[in-house]
């Protein structure tokens, strides 16, 4: 009971409401978010974007061949799926936040209120990418001013491009596991060995192709092909998004 005054005290609009469900998802567990800082730590001293620079210098110098240089080009790039992973980290406690608000009967208590499904759903997504994107802004600040006290504003430029595209499949994955999870009930259910809901899993798909694509393509073809990928992703998510309306129904928001 207590809980349900909380998302309803104090909430008279949206905002309120989104950031309330937001700490309350980070209240979950501290894990999530540990590991999200120490990811993006990690990405800010060993994969920052504007290495490229002193790599290729490097490359150029030493007279390595091509095959090799194309492969250590490519490690900045790597910091696209390392970027987009920490932030789905920090979704997982608004997914499991909304599995754990269903069969504790929270949504059935504020459909009585009179709350449609869609704002429910809207609730939970917006709560998803604000973690999102508070990371983003923080974290990007953070690899910008590092690219411009190594390589000035070279660095400022590949990180601008590395870490737009991580935030664009990152914010796009975020909203197609939401949107996918409210859609298929079945994707709410934790997976084997694990406290994630399947949605989770299935968003990794969006996430594995950064792994490759720096190796499979040229530096510059490898950025082409992950912003299409990212433009993919962002579309379905939209669309989904847009028939949110239809495709939410409202028992399946009941425990």
Do not use: H, W
Not at 153 to 166: D, M, R
Not at 220 to 228: G, Q, R
Request: glycine share 10%; hydrophobic share 50%.
């Amino acid at each position: 009971m207590a809980q349900m005054q909380e998302m309803t005290n104090g909430s008279g609009n949206g905002r309120n409401q989104v950031i309330v469900t937001a700490g309350r998802a980070l209240g979950i567990n501290r894990f999530y978010l540990a590991y999200a800082i120490m990811m993006g730590f990690g990405v800010l001293v060993f994969l920052n974007p504007s290495s490229s620079i002193r790599i290729t210098s490097l490359i150029s110098t030493a007279g390595i061949t091509s095959g090799a240089a194309n492969a250590k080009a490519a490690i900045p790039l790597l910091a696209v799926p390392f970027t987009v992973l920490p932030m789905m980290m920090l979704t997982t406690p608004v997914v499991v936040l909304f599995a754990y608000d269903k069969s504790n009967g929270m949504l059935e208590y504020l459909l009585s209120l009179g709350t449609t499904q869609r704002d429910i759903y809207l609730r939970y997504l917006d709560a998803a990418l604000l973690d999102a994107v508070v990371y983003l802004l923080f974290f990007g600040a953070l690899n910008a001013l590092y690219s411009y006290i190594q390589s000035g504003t070279g660095g400022l430029s590949t990180t601008g491009v590395i870490l737009g595209t991580g935030g664009l499949i990152a914010v796009s994955t975020v909203a197609f596991i939401m949107m996918v999870m409210m859609i298929f009930s079945s994707l709410q259910k934790s997976r084997a060995g694990g406290n994630q809901p399947l949605a989770m899993t299935l968003g990794l798909v969006g996430v594995f192709p950064g792994y490759f694509i720096p190796f499979l393509f040229q530096y510059n073809t490898a950025v082409e092909v992950e912003i299409v990928e990212g433009a993919l992703i962002a579309a379905i998510a939209l669309v989904l998004v847009a028939l949110s309306g239809r495709l939410v129904r409202r028992e399946k928001l009941l425990p």
